[in-house]
């Protein structure tokens, strides 16, 4: 039999969730995590007794709302924690249930909710133990209850650094500093755009306010160098104004922003547009979140980076139109009223990018010696030979040099690598192409029985 489905229990997905239950459809909801609520608002272990409001701070609210509007729809979908899914072709998703147990799960319309991931443009030294991306950090605190060191240095750019920086330090870890490569003046330049959200402004503004009152050090503007040591972490260097410093530490974590994950649009045949805004490729949808290919819906950061709220309205929004298509009736004024809030965080998201804009001197800067894809260990310089052989779609370069053919099947390394044929190749990012989705999307355990 055919179900509804939706893949991913984060803000989206439950609002998606909560929204068809309402209209009397029961969806399958999978989800990779073992308890729903997405990264933003993960829920720690089920043994763990710290306090939501330690655990997401400003958050707290929203996130026991959506923690509570999940756990109110027991009984009334059929929920399926960690499972996750591999593969996609219409109308049969592949997954796996707690990395043992296969199935194939046919579906008739399905609402993509696959949220996003940290984008890495690396540096010399980031292979090292001790390195982690803000998201792995973030996790780290939340789920797991401790710190990924004990003198740590986030780095990179983005409202996530911010964030990861005020809740380690609330956690009583040592932030020993916090490496920002946008420059206060973009910040400044931006503040109309972020205007249009003052409730959010005003928490970035009070996590900044309050590192310094903690005496944490900020420094703007800063060019990241790489980061030394031999069994692990040992240091952090960057150049800031010309100058070159370094600090001592015992862990790392950075990233430039979140990329969304797109792999299970691809795989359904979704076409898929350049997004400036968002500096990526991404499927399209159109204004109620129907996506190119018949049955599919698209909501929250996989289809693009608008925060935790707007994932909630685009999951609802996505739901109400499912429905509609359905032939169900659904409230107009409030699909309408969703689009409009989406539009306004859209104006918002534009002051995001020109606040933290993307580090334009990384692919120039980057040695050829870089590891970029560490599932292949490809470099810079064998990324630059291929182009300089005459390859430049991003494509023809993995068939030639491998990069993004390992266990991330490029999701860690594909922006890296794109940034750097399109400097090398002296083509605009937007005319390399774009990696192309492969089954399975993340690495799946030996022996495992596939069902034909």
């Not at 249930?97 to 399905?110: C, E, I, K, P, S």
């Amino acid at each position: 039999m055919s179900e509804i489905v939706i893949i991913g229990a984060g803000p989206a997905g439950i609002r998606a969730a909560q929204t068809l239950v309402a209209h009397g459809v029961r969806p399958v909801l999978l989800d990779e995590a073992s308890r729903g609520g997405g990264q933003i608002y993960r829920q720690q272990p089920a043994h763990f007794r710290r306090s939501a409001k330690t655990l997401y701070g400003f958050e707290a609210a929203k996130a026991q709302a959506l923690h509570t509007a999940l756990e109110q729809l027991h009984g009334k979908l059929d929920y399926r924690p960690e499972t996750l899914v591999w593969n996609a072709e219409h109308p049969v998703l592949d997954t796996l249930h707690q990395g043992q147990v296969a199935d194939r799960l046919a579906f008739d319309r399905v609402i993509i909710a696959t949220g996003a991931t940290d984008r890495v443009l690396p540096i010399p030294g980031w292979t090292l133990p001790g390195v982690y991306t803000l998201g792995a950090a973030q996790i780290a605190l939340k789920f797991q209850g401790c710190a990924i060191g004990e003198r740590v240095v986030l780095a990179g750019s983005g409202p996530l650094l911010y964030l990861v920086a005020y809740q380690y330090a609330k956690a009583g870890a040592t932030v020993a500093a916090v490496l920002d490569t946008s420059p206060f003046s973009a910040q400044a330049r931006a503040l109309p755009y972020l205007l249009l959200q003052p409730a959010t402004f005003a928490k970035g503004l009070y996590y900044r306010a309050w590192l310094a009152l903690k005496g944490i050090p900020v420094h703007q503007g800063v060019t990241l160098l790489g980061i030394e040591g031999t069994q692990r972490a040992s240091a952090v260097r960057w150049s800031q104004g010309g100058r070159a410093q370094q600090l001592a530490c015992d862990a790392v974590a950075f990233a430039h922003a979140l990329r969304s994950e797109t792999q299970l649009a691809d795989l359904l045949g979704c076409q898929f547009a350049w997004n400036a805004l968002n500096r990526a490729w991404l499927p399209v949808r159109d204004a109620q979140g129907r996506a190119s290919s018949d049955g599919v819906y698209l909501a929250g950061d996989g289809a693009g980076i608008l925060g935790a709220d707007g994932a909630e309205m685009t999951g609802e929004l996505a739901a109400l139109t499912l429905l509609a298509d359905l032939g169900k009736p659904i409230d107009l004024r409030r699909q309408r009223h969703l689009q409009r809030r989406l539009a306004t965080l859209q104006h918002f998201r534009r002051g995001l990018e020109q606040a933290f804009p993307f580090p334009q001197q990384w692919a120039r800067q980057t040695p050829d010696s870089l590891t970029v894809c560490r599932c292949e260990q490809i470099t810079a310089g064998e990324i630059r030979d291929t182009v300089r052989a005459g390859h430049w779609e991003i494509n023809r370069v993995k068939a030639m040099c491998r990069v993004g053919m390992g266990r991330c099947q490029g999701r860690v390394c594909g922006a890296a690598a794109a940034e750097l044929i399109a400097c090398e190749s002296g083509r605009p990012l937007d005319q390399v192409g774009r990696l192309r989705g492969q089954a399975p999307v993340k690495p799946l355990p030996f022996g495992l029985e596939i069902k034909p």
